[in-house]
């Protein structure tokens, strides 16, 4: 489902740069421009980020602002909300070598 899905084309490719923030580790050690098109919040659909590769630093750096939701195409919305709704079925589930149960909540 997901390979079906329509490219971002909101946000113009900016010219990356190689400065982690101040507030992560400051080194020179941002990574590739990456476009975000499989985001675990759906506003960063559509913008472009760089990661921090210095070891142990979670440095991130969005070029751009969130996209409105109203600018994300319905196929995108649809889909983040059934993966959204899956993930959230797989909690509690146990799974055995053929079959998964829900189990109950133990305290």
């Known amino acids: 489902m997901a390979e079906n899905l329509p490219r971002p084309n909101i946000n113009l490719r900016p010219t ?28 960063n659909w559509g913008c472009y980020f760089q990661k921090c590769t210095a070891p142990g630093c979670p440095g991130f750096f969005w070029h751009d ?19 959204e709704s899956v993930s959230a079925m797989r909690e509690g589930l146990t799974c055995g070598r053929d079959k998964c149960t829900r189990q109950a909540n133990v305290d």
């Open 16 to 43: 990356p740069r190689a400065q982690c923030p101040e507030k992560d580790c400051g080194r020179p050690t941002l990574g590739k421009l990456t476009l975000c098109e499989h985001p675990t919040v759906i506003t």
């Open 65 to 83: 602002e969130r996209t409105p939701e109203d600018k994300i195409p319905e196929a995108v919305r649809l889909h983040f909300v059934y993966r």
